[in-house]
């Protein structure tokens, strides 16, 4: 059987899937036995003009990670799709939006002002925002155009499947790239991952009745070492989040922060999550209500940590 | 690009009807250009306009395209579902459709009646048939379904409510068991001497039904007894029934009262509202149902001090049982029908109008038993003192229309009033005062009864009491009742000195209601009382499919009133065990197991408790009989495992794409 080529790039991402894609270990000798690696600009001297070079379809397989937030990315993914029969997203950013996707809360303005101009350890030296383009003496300068929303890359390009995971857990990695290896891949769209039920499935926690007066955050007390987190009033997103990862946060007494994306056909990870958590609000008095809610001090990271581009209204008001 | 994944891939063939509803839509909305716009739409076959959909005519041009072009989704464009949907549903079905096979674009009260003529009216019916369109492709055939029905029915309650829906089940021949929390049936009504507006003897027209009740073969009558739990649902409820011990044998028990006779000890009796004596064993009043006994075993002296028993020495049938406990049955029926009826109001707290504290102001209650031949004082009016009252103030609206204790009106205090009025001119032929807010004299011969009190010389005064005080005694007529009142129509404060007072006190839910509602899974309105289906539409009926509510338990209201829904309630528990089966709403909600990650978070949220967890499966699940498909359970769960028939989130969502883009 001919070799398998093999790309894998990073967008919009801090490099933390890289790492998980080498968590495989020694296994990744195995995956160098099938593929070969033609591009991944993380470990191996191969150009961009080298793909560029490439005929279109004559990659097998392209790993994604990142969210799409700048020209030069939305570029590569377009030209990493062209090149590629078979296109995965890899790792949170990449399907959902991840941590990036938060920056649709702003636009590129605000973040600019924030980035160099605001902080505290950025020089009072008058507005200096990036410009995409620049006459220097030697020639015109060009650096990629920053977006006011950052896309996943589904909205992107058309993509075959997915691996969720801030990042994707070892074993979850695996399982897709033996799935290449072994040429048995699921059917297009699937999200691979060892579990299409919510992380409560994966959770040895017990779990019962929920009623939640009062709201904590992690750090106000020890939780109750068997009892599910959500009931001990700890906002524990594993209830909305596909499992797969073994439920590791919430074994630790951390409650789980959503990476592995929804559940297997749901639209919105972060409404579903909201609704649950209102409909188990334990009170019937409205002006209660509002004090037990006002204790969730960052609602939108905590119901759309990863899938603010992904959700339904996909950013804040551009204005 | 669209949110939703996948389409059902079945050959979709979509027929649109657009309706003009004579001119009612036409007049604002171009119809035709509706039907135009609908048929450049790819899944659509096709669309047509007509005057009148829900006519036979309009219904054929349906059910033809269905027949002949295989048509299988139906987009009707015409009123509020609410009207038609069931007809066109019907269609469909007659067709060889499944009726859920339909949607209903509302593009008369959601357009044509809310806009001005015109392109933009147009543009809103067209998108919002577009929605219709774009969401019946993800319609599925939905399965109907029925229970059967167990033939019992248990009325709960047995006062005039519950004692005419009993008889009328009965005289169906159908077995009904009638559980009364007290010793004998009979409720408030047994407590009236007459009632208005037609001044009947109540133990007279009330007796006559006790007494069918007693004969009556269907009828399983079981006073002294409490429903205590209620499981199961609609057709097949299964109801744990705890018969309080009544220490006297009821198989044995010959009705002959000597016990009672020899019982030395005596006691207040709730029945003549605290105003007369009975005796530690007793039954309430002489027309009793059953006529058995009962022993108080707080009143007892042999309960409580261990010695007397004087009852058994004299019973000959034996019939006393000291040993007797409390006994749980349990009953298994298809229908229930609540009638515990209201508790009066007590006016203590109203400290100013002296009720507790002046010993001639009396309540409505205490009054009838006042008036009643049977009651304390043998039927005569009497003040504190054993003397006969000169002067009577009937006082209206007592804890009724006030927002300080319950904001809604009884409707059946002007009538006493009048009632009393009448029996005291009757009685003393003295001075009477009516001291009233409003009169509401609304039901039949009502308004006549008013105008025949008022020829007898009573003095209406309208206006609030503001307090009762009790005047230093008159040297002729000894203690008088001063009441200070603010007359409206005069303009004034008035100061009238009267013999007696009797408040009119309202009538209010049971003390025990919430029980009651949490037993049977009732909802109560905001006044307390028990929360019927639709305050219309749907009177008798409540959310809990199989469960029907009558009399004043439901809200205050007359005996006419009462017997009517009694009367109701019967031919709806009838309907169900005569067909010995019920269709209960295909609307319903659905836990895909493959989602369920037994998170729970569901299990507390189903105000029909329609949701259980299954532990051998791990996952929750619907009881698809109880659910009434309200979808709270669908909103909450986080993984979207739950999903509401005809309701799913890419129905949802593919109609408002429909509509916005
Ligand atoms: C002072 C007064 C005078 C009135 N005069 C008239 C009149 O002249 N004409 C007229 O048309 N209307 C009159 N009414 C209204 C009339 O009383 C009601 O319309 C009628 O009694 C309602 O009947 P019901 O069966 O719903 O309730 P009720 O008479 O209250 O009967 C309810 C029965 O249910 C039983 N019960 C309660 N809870 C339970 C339980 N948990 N388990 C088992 N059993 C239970 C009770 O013991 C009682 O027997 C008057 C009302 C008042 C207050
Ligand atoms: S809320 Fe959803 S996932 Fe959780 S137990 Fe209920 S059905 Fe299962
Ligand atoms: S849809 Fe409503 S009635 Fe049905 S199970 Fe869910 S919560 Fe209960």
């Known amino acids: 059987m001919a070799k398998l080529k093999l790309a894998l790039y990073w967008a919009a991402s801090c490099g933390g899937c890289e790492i998980a894609q080498l968590l495989i270990g020694d296994r990744i000798l195995k995956l160098a036995e099938a593929a070969d690696i033609v591009f991944w600009p993380v470990a191996i001297d191969a150009k961009y003009k080298d793909v560029e070079a490439m005929e279109d379809n004559s990659i097998d397989v392209c790993l994604?990670?990142?969210?799409?937030?700048?020209?030069?990315?939305?570029?590569?993914?377009?030209?990493?799709?062209?090149?590629?029969k078979v296109m995965i997203a890899y790792g949170a950013c990449a399907c959902r939006g991840g941590i990036p996707g938060l920056g649709n809360l702003h636009n590129r303005q605000q973040i600019f002002d924030t980035v160099y101009r605001d902080t505290a350890s950025t020089e009072k030296n008058g507005n200096i925002f990036p410009q995409p383009s620049y006459k220097a003496p030697e020639g015109e300068l060009e650096i990629p155009v920053f977006y006011d929303t950052v896309s996943t890359l589904n909205q992107v390009v058309d993509v075959e499947y997915y691996i969720p995971g801030c990042p994707p857990e070892e074993k979850t990695t695996w399982l897709a790239l033996e799935a290449l290896i072994q040429g048995k891949l699921p059917p297009r769209g699937t999200v691979i991952s060892h579990n299409v039920k919510a992380v409560c499935d994966d959770c040895s926690r017990k779990r019962d009745i929920k009623k939640i007066k009062k709201i904590h955050r992690t750090?106000?007390?020890?939780?109750?070492?068997?009892?599910?987190?959500?009931?001990?009033?700890?906002?524990?997103?594993?209830?909305?989040?596909?499992?797969?990862?073994?439920?590791?946060?919430?074994?630790?007494?951390?409650?789980?922060?959503?990476c592995y994306g929804p559940v297997e056909g749901v639209i919105d990870q972060g409404a579903h999550f909201l609704s649950a958590v209102a409909s188990v609000i334990d009170s019937k008095d409205e002006e209660e209500i509002r004090t037990i809610l006002s204790d969730v001090r960052d609602p939108v990271g905590t119901c759309y940590r990863y899938s603010l581009p992904d959700s339904l209204v996909r950013r804040a008001s551009i204005k | 690009m669209?949110?939703?994944?996948?389409?059902p891939d079945d050959d979709i063939k979509i027929g649109v009807y657009v309706c003009h509803c004579g001119h009612n839509i036409a007049s604002t909305v171009d119809v035709e250009e509706v039907a135009r716009r609908a048929k450049e739409l790819g899944e659509v076959s096709v669309a047509r306009d007509y005057v009148y959909m829900c006519s036979s005519k309009g219904q054929n041009l349906i059910r033809q395209d269905i027949m002949q072009l295989g048509i299988n989704r139906v987009v009707v464009a015409a009123c509020s579902p609410r009207l038609y949907e069931q007809t066109f549903q019907n269609v469909l079905r007659e067709s060889g459709l499944n009726p859920y096979l339909l949607q209903v674009a509302n593009i008369r009260e959601q357009c044509a009646w809310l806009h001005e003529p015109g392109p933009l009216a147009t543009e809103k019916a067209n998108r919002l048939v577009k929605g219709a369109i774009k969401r019946v492709i993800h319609h599925s055939p939905i399965e109907e379904q029925s229970v059967p029905v167990f033939p019992a029915t248990l009325v709960i309650g047995g006062g005039i409510a519950g004692i005419q829906a009993a008889l009328e089940i009965a005289n169906s021949q159908q077995i009904v068991y009638l559980v009364e929390r007290e010793p004998s049936i009979g409720g408030h009504m047994a407590q009236f001497d007459k009632t208005f507006p037609t001044l009947d003897c109540s133990a007279c027209i009330l007796t006559p039904k006790m007494n069918e009740v007693a004969r009556n073969p269907y009828i399983r009558l079981m006073t002294y007894s409490e429903v205590v739990e209620v499981s199961g649902y609609v057709g097949n409820f299964n109801v744990k029934v705890r018969r309080k011990a009544r220490y006297i044998d009821e198989d044995k028990c010959v009705g002959c009262g000597i016990c009672v006779e020899k019982c030395p000890w005596s006691t207040e009796s709730e029945f003549d509202a605290d105003l007369g004596v009975r005796k530690a064993v007793y039954t309430p009043f002489p027309q009793a149902i059953p006529n058995i006994p009962v022993i108080d075993k707080e009143r007892c002296v042999y309960f409580l001090k261990g010695k007397c028993r004087a009852c058994e020495k004299f019973c000959e049938a034996k019939a006393i049982n000291f040993q007797q406990e409390d006994l749980f049955i349990e009953l298994h029926v298809g229908a229930i029908i609540v009638a515990t009826g209201y508790d009066v109001f007590d006016p203590t707290p109203i400290s100013q109008y002296g009720y507790g504290r002046l010993p001639n102001v009396f309540t409505s209650l205490e009054f009838e038993r006042?008036?009643?031949?049977s009651g304390p004082t043998g039927?005569?009016?009497?003040?504190?003192?054993?003397?006969?009252?000169?002067?009577?103030?009937?006082?209206?609206?007592?804890?009724?229309?006030?927002?300080?204790?319950?904001?809604?009106?009884?409707?059946?205090?002007?009538?006493?009033?009048?009632?009393?009025?009448?029996?005291?001119?009757?009685?003393?032929?003295?001075e009477v005062y009516?001291?009233?807010?409003?009169?509401?004299?609304?039901?039949k011969g009502y308004e006549e009864f008013y105008e025949r009190v008022q020829g007898e010389h009573v003095r209406f005064i309208r206006g609030k009491l503001a307090t009762i005080t009790a005047d230093s005694p008159d040297s002729e007529t000894g203690e008088k009742l001063s009441l200070s009142c603010e007359d409206t129509l005069l303009g004034g404060l008035v100061n009238i000195p009267v013999d007696m007072a009797v408040l009119c006190v309202a009538l209010e839910p049971r003390h025990d209601a919430e029980q009651v509602a949490q037993i049977l899974r009732l909802g109560r309105s905001r006044d307390g009382f028990f929360m019927e289906r639709h305050p219309k539409l749907d009177p008798v009926a409540t959310m809990s499919e199989g469960i029907f509510i009558v009399g004043c338990c439901q809200g205050p209201k007359d005996i006419p009133d009462?017997?009517?829904?009694?009367?109701?309630?019967?031919?709806?528990?009838?309907?169900?065990?005569?067909?010995?089966?019920?269709?209960?709403?295909?609307i319903t909600a659905a836990i895909d197991e493959t989602l369920c990650s037994a998170c729970k978070v569901c299990n507390a949220l189903c105000p029909y408790g329609a949701i259980f967890f299954d532990e051998v499966s791990n996952v929750s699940r619907v009881n698809r009989i109880l659910c009434k498909g309200c979808n709270v359970c669908g909103a909450a769960c986080p993984s979207g495992a739950i999903s509401t028939r005809n309701f799913s989130e890419s129905q949802i969502l593919a109609e408002i794409e429909g509509v916005l883009v």
């Open chain 2, 2 to 7: 669209s949110i939703l994944k996948g389409k």
């Open chain 1, 64 to 84: 994604f990670n990142g969210a799409i937030r700048n020209s030069e990315q939305e570029h590569m993914a377009r030209m990493l799709r062209a090149k590629s």
């Open chain 2, 434 to 443: 009516q001291i009233y807010i409003d009169m509401r004299c609304t039901g």
């Open chain 2, 370 to 373: 006042l008036c009643s031949p």
């Open chain 1, 219 to 258: 750090y106000e007390f020890i939780p109750e070492p068997e009892i599910c987190l959500l009931e001990q009033g700890l906002l524990c997103v594993g209830v909305a989040t596909r499992g797969g990862c073994g439920a590791l946060c919430p074994q630790v007494s951390m409650p789980c922060t959503g």
């Open chain 2, 562 to 586: 009462t017997v009517a829904q009694a009367s109701a309630a019967a031919a709806r528990a009838l309907a169900m065990i005569v067909r010995g089966k019920m269709e209960t709403g295909a």
């Open chain 2, 379 to 430: 039927g005569q009016l009497k003040l504190a003192d054993g003397r006969e009252p000169k002067s009577l103030a009937v006082i209206h609206c007592v804890g009724s229309r006030d927002q300080n204790y319950n904001a809604y009106c009884s409707r059946v205090c002007c009538m006493h009033s009048l009632k009393y009025s009448h029996l005291f001119k009757e009685k003393t032929g003295g």
